[in-house]
């Protein structure tokens, strides 16, 4: 193997060990090791800026300009208080509703944005039901991943997929990945009011404080809701019609932003810039660099190689491993990092000979998206709520959260390798 190939391996394993300990903030770990594979010359700046996907980085900041600008008319608290009054105030019909909600909302919203939005009122009316709100929690990030799953923009690995692809539109994603993550939330939602119904029982009176609850009073602003409500259905039509009308993904989502900007006003601007998670965009600049210098070297197309020996060119060996590795990689590794490697190698399966690649994008969705429920750290928006959770004195420990995540997480991977080989590989 050649001097710049080991470079590369090396800096890209050191990256990842420190993005994993957690000691130093995953951001300024993933830019430099990018900046890294420019200074050592293993890329050159061309080729890293070639590499960086802004399709994607243009997607994510359209619509966390959009869902916070969204999230200030006190929407999405109405929408959890009227589900938590028409289930009577009933605990376990609430734990039902808002485990829901979580699932339709990252589908549409993405499953960070979502959860930020969802736990703090959950915590109005687990305060107002006197039940524990872990259970609550629980079932909300497990939904999160879940429901990310089923579209485009759900959750970033599919961001990142869809850009790489461009076959794979937002229909696309709905049509394929949709059945079946609504057949895991059927399966998952009973199997979670099992596990959590004796921990949260409440009395009448409780219950009625629920159906006194105002939801009118939280919408703080109608003509801004208005106009919030009118570009999201906007965006969310375009991102249905991106390939029709030959633009891509991230064209619709700032083009919804910008336009809801304009119709806010410029004070709503800087307000709406500030809300950006730059953190999360500079990391994913990061991380395209850091493995344009794995592909530019060769390392990703030996790794491929390796692969097509392994499962011997065959579609369905190559699916069931996609699935699976990406699912318990994922639960124990970040699954943004582990996506930017699997693409190019899987486009470098492709060019090997390997059939059938559709199978192997949405088993590699399915496994990093759905595998990210199996710990706590294996998604950004389980660490999320667990950082919510502990500053409300409810500490999410990781052994009690993979008790309960790692057995349902299997259960859904199974699901999945069942749904691939149906559709798929027969």
């Given at each position: 193997m050649e001097q710049q190939a080991i470079w590369a391996i090396s800096i890209f394993l050191i990256i990842y060990a420190l993005i994993i300990s957690e000691k130093i903030h995953r951001t300024i770990v993933a830019m430099i090791g990018g900046v890294l594979m420019v200074v050592l010359g293993i890329v050159n700046q061309e080729e890293a800026l070639h590499h960086i996907d802004f399709n994607t980085l243009g997607l994510l900041i359209g619509m966390m300009i959009i869902v916070n600008i969204t999230a200030e008319t006190g929407l999405f608290k109405y929408i959890a208080i009227v589900a938590a009054k028409k289930a009577k105030g009933d605990p376990t019909r609430i734990l039902v509703s808002l485990t829901l909600i979580t699932a339709l909302g990252s589908a549409f919203l993405d499953n960070v944005?979502?959860?930020?939005?969802?736990?703090?009122?959950?915590?109005?009316?687990?305060?107002?039901?006197?039940?524990?709100?872990?259970?609550?929690?629980?079932?909300?990030?497990?939904?999160?991943?879940?429901?990310?799953?089923?579209?485009?923009?759900?959750?970033?690995?599919?961001?990142?997929?869809?850009?790489?692809?461009?076959?794979?539109?937002?229909?696309?994603?709905?049509?394929?990945?949709?059945?079946?993550?609504?057949?895991?939330?059927?399966?998952?939602?009973?199997?979670?009011?099992?596990?959590?119904?004796?921990r949260i029982q409440t009395t009448p009176e409780l219950k009625q404080s629920i159906m006194n609850m105002d939801e009118k009073e939280v919408l703080t602003d109608r003509k801004l809701l208005i106009q919030c409500l009118t570009i999201l259905g906007l965006t969310i039509a375009g991102f249905f019609l991106h390939q029709l009308l030959h633009l891509e993904s991230a064209t619709v989502a700032m083009a919804g932003a910008f336009l809801l900007l304009l119709l806010t006003g410029e004070h709503k601007m800087e307000e709406a810039f500030t809300k950006v998670e730059w953190m999360t965009i500079f990391f994913f600049v990061g991380l395209f660099v850091l493995v344009s210098g794995l592909v530019e070297t060769g390392v990703i197309s030996r790794l491929a190689a390796q692969a097509v020996e392994l499962t011997g060119g065959d579609p369905v060996a190559a699916a069931m491993l996609i699935l699976w590795i990406s699912a318990i990689a994922s639960a124990f590794l970040d699954n943004i990092p582990f996506v930017a490697t699997m693409i190019p190698m899987i486009q470098e399966m492709g060019h090997?000979?390997?059939?059938?690649?559709?199978?192997?994008?949405?088993?590699?969705?399915?496994?990093?998206?759905?595998?990210?429920?199996?710990?706590?750290?294996?998604?950004?928006?389980?660490?999320?709520?667990?950082?919510?959770?502990?500053?409300?004195?409810?500490?999410?420990?990781?052994?009690?959260?993979?008790?309960?995540?790692?057995?349902?997480?299997?259960?859904?991977?199974?699901?999945?390798?069942?749904?691939?080989?149906?559709?798929?590989?027969?």
């Amino acid at each position: 193997m050649e001097q710049q190939a080991i470079w590369a391996i090396s800096i890209f394993l050191i990256i990842y060990a420190l993005i994993i300990s957690e000691k130093i903030h995953r951001t300024i770990v993933a830019m430099i090791g990018g900046v890294l594979m420019v200074v050592l010359g293993i890329v050159n700046q061309e080729e890293a800026l070639h590499h960086i996907d802004f399709n994607t980085l243009g997607l994510l900041i359209g619509m966390m300009i959009i869902v916070n600008i969204t999230a200030e008319t006190g929407l999405f608290k109405y929408i959890a208080i009227v589900a938590a009054k028409k289930a009577k105030g009933d605990p376990t019909r609430i734990l039902v509703s808002l485990t829901l909600i979580t699932a339709l909302g990252s589908a549409f919203l993405d499953n960070v944005t979502t959860v930020l939005l969802m736990v703090p009122v959950t915590f109005s009316i687990t305060r107002q039901l006197r039940v524990h709100p872990v259970p609550y929690l629980i079932a909300q990030i497990l939904a999160a991943n879940i429901g990310g799953t089923a579209t485009l923009i759900g959750d970033p690995p599919n961001i990142m997929i869809g850009s790489a692809v461009k076959e794979l539109t937002f229909m696309a994603f709905i049509l394929n990945l949709a059945p079946i993550t609504a057949l895991i939330m059927a399966v998952i939602v009973p199997l979670l009011v099992v596990l959590f119904r004796s921990r949260i029982q409440t009395t009448p009176e409780l219950k009625q404080s629920i159906m006194n609850m105002d939801e009118k009073e939280v919408l703080t602003d109608r003509k801004l809701l208005i106009q919030c409500l009118t570009i999201l259905g906007l965006t969310i039509a375009g991102f249905f019609l991106h390939q029709l009308l030959h633009l891509e993904s991230a064209t619709v989502a700032m083009a919804g932003a910008f336009l809801l900007l304009l119709l806010t006003g410029e004070h709503k601007m800087e307000e709406a810039f500030t809300k950006v998670e730059w953190m999360t965009i500079f990391f994913f600049v990061g991380l395209f660099v850091l493995v344009s210098g794995l592909v530019e070297t060769g390392v990703i197309s030996r790794l491929a190689a390796q692969a097509v020996e392994l499962t011997g060119g065959d579609p369905v060996a190559a699916a069931m491993l996609i699935l699976w590795i990406s699912a318990i990689a994922s639960a124990f590794l970040d699954n943004i990092p582990f996506v930017a490697t699997m693409i190019p190698m899987i486009q470098e399966m492709g060019h090997m000979g390997v059939g059938n690649l559709e199978s192997l994008w949405w088993s590699l969705a399915l496994g990093a998206c759905l595998g990210g429920n199996g710990s706590l750290i294996g998604a950004s928006a389980n660490l999320i709520v667990a950082g919510m959770s502990g500053k409300e004195g409810y500490p999410i420990r990781f052994i009690q959260y993979m008790k309960y995540g790692f057995p349902l997480m299997l259960l859904s991977i199974l699901l999945s390798s069942a749904y691939i080989y149906l559709r798929y590989l027969m």
